[in-house]
């Protein structure tokens, strides 16, 4: 049970793919522009990344050293096109707005890591495991990204619902701000993603001190002690 702890812990917060490994910059940091592009790239990379892991624990015994890179990229590039073919069956507007990145989950850092670092050397459950906390992880990272972008930006939440969730979805949308509200453009420019994400790993590096300085115990002599000191021999 520890490990599984261990495994979940590792994947949202302390080892996060995003905010401490830092992988997987490329599709977090260009399509992170409003919440529903964040849902559909991090439910994307959550399916990969949980299926490409569990295949490949599966079958790294059964593959030569020589050919092992190569096949581990045909595993990925499999639910890559799998989860693209999902997209465009049940969510072709967000498909189209996603674009290229989705084809280039295969190439993604966060997923051909674990593959070679945990996958291919942990049972099947412990596999499975790390990869959907590291995907959640990467996910909740993401969404996080695009919401703080689409209300500074917008000063609304959870528009375009309905490309992802169908058209009554749309009733989803939170106007945050006043229709007075001017709208900060550079939220959802590229060097706005750069910017809210610079934060929140600040953010995260700020808790991590916090916790840290609460688990530090300073033992301090109380006032007036004095040292003892024994002599003598002791008897057995």
């Known amino acids: 049970m520890s490990s599984y702890k261990t495994l979940i812990h590792q994947g949202l917060w302390q080892n996060n793919p995003a905010l401490v490994q830092l992988l997987g910059l490329c599709p977090l940091l260009a399509v992170s522009n409003n919440v529903v592009n964040a849902l559909g790239m991090g439910f994307a990379t959550l399916w990969v990344l949980t299926g490409s892991n569990l295949a490949i624990a599966a079958i790294a015994r059964f593959v030569p050293a020589s050919v092992r890179l190569p096949c581990f990229v045909m595993v990925i590039a499999a639910f890559t096109t799998s989860a693209e073919l999902l997209l465009q069956a049940f969510s072709y507007p967000l498909y189209a707005v996603l674009g290229i990145f989705i084809p280039l989950i295969v190439t993604n850092c966060v997923i051909l890591a674990r593959a ?119 008897e057995p």
């Open 116 to 234: 070679e670092s945990f996958a291919s050397k942990a049972p099947l459950h412990l596999a499975a495991l790390d990869g959907f906390a590291m995907g959640a992880g990467f996910s909740l990272v993401i969404v996080a990204l695009g919401a703080i972008r689409e209300l500074l930006g917008t000063g609304g939440l959870f528009a375009d619902m309905h490309l992802l969730f169908g058209e009554g979805a749309k009733a989803l949308y939170l106007p945050m701000f006043s229709q007075a509200y001017p709208g900060f453009l550079l939220a959802i420019l590229p060097p706005g993603a750069f910017l809210v994400m610079g934060l929140l790993i600040a953010g995260k590096k700020y808790f991590d001190q916090r916790a840290a300085a609460r688990q530090v115990q300073i033992i301090k002599i109380p006032d007036g002690s004095k040292r003892v000191r024994t002599t003598g021999i002791i």
